[in-house]
């Protein structure tokens, strides 16, 4: 997968958020996990766009870390969704397994972009 369609996965992962949390129930719960799902499911494309401008492999490295990070913490949000029945697991599945996916990618290019930092730095 190249980076223009890593960047419109992303994209279109924080398009489905803003709709699923637009079309949460109106309680307090809901809006409690329904804005930390927000905020983290859309940090993941903002801080990958980053991530492709980035000044240094370090800096790299650090927004990919992120992108990583803010993925995983939106399968959390959404875990608690379905958990606590405030969303059928069903609705969510497709969106999980994308995530999963997010998850997966962002994790092998961090090591990979750190690996070879290793070696142009000659670090151990």
Not at 14 to 23: P, T
Not at 91 to 104: I, P, S, Y
Request: proline share 2%; glycine share 6%; net charge positive.
């Amino acid at each position: 997968m190249d980076h223009v369609e890593l960047a419109e996965r992303t994209k279109a992962l924080a398009l489905r958020i803003v709709r699923l949390v637009g079309a949460l129930p109106r309680t307090r719960e809901a809006d409690v996990l329904g804005r930390q799902l927000l905020r983290s499911g859309t940090s993941v494309g903002a801080n990958y766009r980053e991530a492709r401008r980035a000044r240094s492999k370090a800096d790299f490295v650090s927004k990919i870390g992120i992108c990583l990070q803010e993925s995983d913490e939106c399968l959390y949000w959404l875990e608690l969704l379905a958990e606590s029945g405030i969303v059928r697991p069903a609705l969510l599945f497709e969106l999980q397994e994308e995530l999963g996916q997010l998850v997966a990618i962002f994790a092998a290019s961090s090591k990979t972009a750190r690996q070879r930092s290793d070696v142009t730095t000659g670090s151990p």
